[in-house]
T-cell receptor, first 113, second 114 residues
Framework: AQSVTQLGSHVSVSEGALVLLRCNYS??????LFWYVQYPNQGLQLLLK??????LVKGINGFEAEFKKSETSFHLTKPSAHMSDAAEYFC???????????FGIGTKLQVIP | DAGVIQSPRHEVTEMGQEVTLRCKPI?????LFWYRQTMMRGLELLIY????????DSGMPEDRFSAKMPNASFSTLKIQPSEPRDSAVYFC????????????FGPGTRLTVL
């Protein structure tokens, strides 16, 4: 069975500050890990993904995440927040060859000017 | 590529009525997923198809919910009869099966049952 825990349903940062959204996962096999972003009244869009290889993954809009197997974590970071980053972010996990993806509850990011 | 297309974008209906949500996946994608999103429960997988065949419907909440995929370019999610607790945003997503399980989401249908 696979599961995802996102720590903090709401996160507020000042514009220009570091963004850190936390995600821990549970998986019985080497996982595929994803971060998706959802803007108001829109569907989810892929930010980045980890499958195999390099554990530091870079995505769109300056976001990156690091897969840490020992900590079962896949935290999302961005060095400097922009107002346009305000959205809801979902961490997700998949058990490799299986198509079923399990999503976390989501973290709403607020950027304060 | 037009992306995943869902219709209608908004649906308001009265309790007891039948509701049909529609989805057109991205051409060439082998997998199609239906999700429901609510404030209380987050994003829940309802059912998914592979090559038009339902693979896992364990997330379908009740017999009032049914989903079909008559061909590779069309799927429906039907609720009959609808209830106020069915109010949610319903998303369709598709996956090209390139081995990474990345899903492409439609814009969603916001359903309100009065």
């Amino acid at each position: 069975a696979q599961s995802v825990t996102q720590l903090g349903s709401h996160v507020s940062v000042s514009e220009g500050a570091l963004v850190l959204l936390r995600c821990n996962y549970s998986s019985s096999v080497p996982p595929y890990l994803f971060w998706y972003v959802q803007y108001p009244n829109q569907g989810l869009q892929l930010l980045l993904k980890y499958t195999t290889g390099a554990t530091l993954v870079k995505g769109i809009n300056g976001f990156e995440a690091e897969f840490k197997k020992s900590e079962t974590s896949f935290h999302l970071t961005k060095p400097s927040a922009h107002m346009s980053d305000a959205a809801e972010y979902f961490c997700a996990v998949s058990d490799g060859g299986y198509q079923k993806v399990t999503f976390g509850i989501g973290t709403k990011l607020q950027v304060i000017p | 590529d037009a992306g995943v297309i869902q219709s209608p974008r908004h649906e308001v209906t009265e309790m007891g009525q039948e509701v049909t949500l529609r989805c057109k996946p991205i051409s060439g994608h082998d997998y199609l997923f239906w999700y429901r999103q609510t404030m209380m429960r987050g994003l829940e997988l309802l059912i998914y198809f592979n090559n038009n065949v339902p693979i896992d419907d364990s997330g379908m909440p009740e017999d009032r919910f049914s989903a079909k995929m008559p061909n590779a370019s069309f799927s429906t999610l039907k609720i009959q009869p609808s209830e106020p607790r069915d109010s949610a945003v319903y998303f369709c997503a598709s996956n090209p099966w390139r081995g990474t399980n990345e899903q492409f989401f439609g814009p969603g249908t916001r359903l309100t049952v009065l």
